[in-house]
């Protein structure tokens, strides 16, 4: 998914640059952030289960590493799934709207 997308971006920076001056033909990309599905209970699921492996073979330094920190990944996740964080639809809206206006 992150590739494509990527190369769906940059194709669209490409074609405006190009397009633009050539034909007047404006060129946008939209691209809206996060939508609430299940990736976010699946990775929090997932990444309980990394952790007890992790501890289960004494491998915590990984942890610390890559400051794993399955707590903070749950409140991001119930902030998002139940809008009371900084993730709201609303806000992502107003963004697109602002995008294709400006």
Not at 26 to 55: C, D, H, M, Q
Not at 81 to 94: A, N, P, Q, R, V
Request: proline share 4%.
């Amino acid at each position: 998914y992150g590739p494509s997308k990527t190369a769906i971006s940059y194709f669209s920076h490409v074609l405006r640059m190009e397009i633009a001056p050539k034909f007047g033909v404006w060129v946008s990309a939209v691209e809206p952030g996060g939508y609430n599905t299940n990736i976010f209970p699946n990775s929090t699921a997932w990444a309980k289960r990394v952790k007890e492996k992790l501890e289960k073979e004494d491998k915590t330094e990984l942890m610390d590493i890559y400051e794993f920190d399955v707590s903070a990944l749950e409140k991001v996740t119930k902030e998002y799934t139940e809008g009371s964080g900084s993730f709201t639809l609303s806000d992502k809206i107003e963004d697109v709207v602002d995008c294709v206006i400006h």
